[in-house]
Structure formats: C-alpha cells, structure tokens
C-alpha cells in the first residue's frame, strides 16, 4: 500500500444543507488526506463547516458528493477505526469514570476483569486513576475532557477526530490537554485531526495547518508547522513559534477577508 | 462534619417545629372562639377521632386504600414505561398507537369512574383500572418523549464506541430517559392518590375516600379530618420512599433538580 492509499482521505467532498428554511450549500469540493501518524489541524472562520467536515469524515453524515475514504475502503458509517470527540460534553452520567472507559472496551475485551484493568491503565494515562468510582458530574472541566479523550482511545482507532474540544477550558486546563493529547498521539501512533479556531492551538500541535474559507467551506491553504518538538517547555513557547504563528495568523486573515460573503441587507429592519 | 448534623438536625426539627405551631395556633384561636368549631374541629378534637379511626376501621381503611393505589399504580406505570419504550423507539408502533394513546390522553380519571362500575362493578378491579388509568399517561408521555430526545452526539458517540443498536439502547437510550421517567413516575404517584380518593368515593365501602364521604353523611368533620390527614401522611410516606429508591436506582441524577431525588 502505498503512503496516499493509507489514512483517511476525503475526496472531493461537498455537502448541501436542503430542505430547511435556507438550503445552503455547507462544503464545496474538499479535499484532505490524513496521513499515518499525523497530527493535523483544520482552522476556519466559524460558520465554515469545520464540525460538518468531521461528521463527514467520521461516517456520521454522508456526502452530498465526493468520497470519504480510510485506507481506500468507502466510510459511510462510524466505526471503531475512526474516534471522534464532540464539542459537547458526550460522557454517559449514568456510569463512572471506568464504567464509561469499560463502555468503549465491552465490544473488545470480553473478560470482566482483564476490561477493568485496561480502563485502569487508561484512566492511568490521563491522571485519572484516583477518580475510579467518582461519577462524571463531580469532575471538573479539564478532568471531564481527559476522560473523554482516554475514552475516545479505548476502541484503538486509527484516527481520531476532535472538535473544538478544549474551547471551553481555560488556559492552564487547556495547556494541560494539549500535552495529554500530544502523549496520547505519540505513545499510540494514530492520526489526530482537530479543528480549532484557536491559531495558537494549531500551531502548537500540529504538523499540518489547513486554513478553511468562509461558507460554502473549503480548503483555502495549507501550511506545513516544522517547528521542533516539543513547542513548549514549561508553558512557555519556544523560539521560532511566533514568527510561525504570525505567519499563519497573516495568511489566514486575509483568506477569511477574501472569503468573506457579502453581508445581507435586512428588508425587516426598519433602520437599515 | 459538625456542620453537616446541625443541617440534618435542621432538616428534621424545623418542619416538626413548624407544623406543631400551626396546629398549637389552631388549637388556639378555636378555643377563644375565632372560628366555628363544628365545621372545623379543634386539632385536639381531630386526634381524638384519629385515635378512634385507628381503634376501629382505619387500618382496614388505610390498607385498602394503599392496596388499590399500589395495584394500580404498579399496573399503569408498568404499561406507560414498556409502551413509552415502544412508541419512542420504535417508529411503526409510534405510527400504530400513538394515536390511540393520544385519544385516551385528555380523559381524566374521574369521568371514567362510571364506567369503570358499569364494566368491572364495585370491586376492586374497578379501582385498581381507575387509578391505573390515571398513572398511564404520565409516564407514558415521559417515556416516550425521553427516549425520543436523547442528543445525537451520545448516540453517535455509542456507535463509534462499538456499541451495536441493542447495546445503545440498554446503556444509553434508556439511562437517558431515565430522568424523564422519574419525573413521570413522581407525577403519576401524586394522580395516584387522586384517582383512588375519587374511585372510593363512588361504590366503595371501604378505603380512607369512602371514609370521607360516610364521615361526610354522619356530619363527623373530625372524622372526615383525620382521613384527609391520613391520606396526606400516606402520600408524604409514599414520596419519600420514592426518593429513597430512585437515590438507588439513579444515583447519577443526585444532583438533578428536575428529579429532586435529594
């Protein structure tokens, strides 16, 4: 197989929006591959179809055209290969902390016991060990998020979806996930895809940026982050990380300026 | 923790305090003649009848009464949870009953109860369908609408998991509407209590509403007091047991406040 044959692929990808009150067109002709091993970032101006593509991507909603492909193999439901994290909180209140960790191995690990002690390793990989029996309402937001994330890996996919999900965090927290994840992705060696209107966030974790259009959504440009890793060291960026960041955040402004639809004159405003 | 058992001891003595200053007040302004004594009997006079109701056919009363609403609210919750189920999720029996189900939903309980004689007579049956009638409804609508409004995102969460529809349902659909059911259950215990009261007072020679109504044609208020009294303890008894069992069973909504399980 070779390297453009693996990952998850989206092939000319578009996706409309009909029947409501104003059928819109959500993604016009996208296009992305993500790699083996690669932690790729999408941003976009909000509005511009970042969480439809992912649905897409993940086998939730089907195309209106075009392919998704994960190791050239047609996605046209969820499966375990492809994980996503929503922006919602998506943890089950009826089950504790291992209780929703043991949910996601019931399909694979068929032994009571040896399925606890894998959801006690995992809860171990997110610093979650002591919370065992807690239930989910008595965690914090940050804690909320690495159980979600540990819960996410259970099944082993290959890929892993994420959307916007550290946005409602603060700083510190959202620091902290962001090296959670970053060992999740390099102990495990799966492909993340996140999609963030965080710039700092992208360049951060990234090896690739795609930088999305205002709707209809679609890949406006790619930018490819070379900078080392690891990008911080002791919650402080290292060198060379704002001149990249600046980069980004210029090209992304001006491709979120071109993209720009025409604002709409409100016939029902009586001041317009 | 000290400040944890003053709060329980709050918890326990304030309400006591309260009701026994009500009725102290009561006893009170009866006695200096504030209100007419006939019509509402002193606290004191109550008790009194009370204590002759538990003496004579009160329990026999109490019982039957807590016979017919258990009956018949074990029947129509059990009815409203496995039909709610159905017609949520399953959209060729929503299509089937729901209309039916729909049809039957405006009519009270009370204006069945003549039919409920006519078919059944005046034994028990014809109270136990009443009050299940009354207890149906709510759960039903809880159920269904419940199951019908768990978020996408859990379910396609469920799905990427690896759970298979079967799976999601039990673990997923289900805990889900299980906050919607309670409220239904806590609500039909309450029409519970009223379906009963109504079915006794019409063909029935026993049960605390019969007790009512016969204390009613003898002109004993006090009488009439102390079952009215009866059935509120009852009910409060029943709420409260209701809420210890749903801390067990759904512990995860402890901090739900539509549920109030706490």
Known sequence: MTSSEEGLRAVDVSLDYGGGTLPLEALSSVSLHVRPGEFLTIVGPSGCGKTSLLRLLAGLLAPSAGFILMRERSVDRPSKEIGIIFQQATLFPWFTVAGNVEFALRSQVADKASRRRRALDLLDSVGLREFT???????SGGMAQRLTLARAVAPQPKVLLLDEPFSALDAISRSEMHCVLLDIWSQRQISVLLVTHDLDEAVTLADRVLIMSHRPGSIAAEVAIDLPRPRIQDGVRTAGFEKVRNEVAGLATDLYRASRPAPVTNRHNPVA | MARRSSIRWQRLALPAVSIALFFSLLEIAGRVGLYETSLVPLPSSVARAMEWLVRGPFFADLSATARRIATGYVVGASLGIILGLATGLLSRVRNLLEPVVQLGRPIPAVALVP???????????????IVAWACFFPVWINTHSGVGRVPAELLWTSAVLGANRGRTVLQVVIP???????????????????????????????????????????????EMLASIIAIGALGALTDLLFRATARHVVPWLGHDEGVHVR
């Open chain 1, 133 to 139: 029996g807690a239930w989910p309402f008595e965690l």
């Open chain 2, 115 to 129: 039919l409920a004689l006519a078919w059944f007579g005046i034994g028990e049956l014809a109270k136990a369908s």
């Open chain 2, 176 to 222: 889900w509407a299980s906050s919607f059911i309670f409220v239904g259950l806590r609500t039909s215990l309450g029409l519970a209590f009223a379906a009963v009261v109504v079915a006794e007072m019409s063909g029935a020679s026993s049960g605390l509403g019969y007790r009512i109504l016969a204390s009613h044609y003898a002109f004993r208020v006090d």
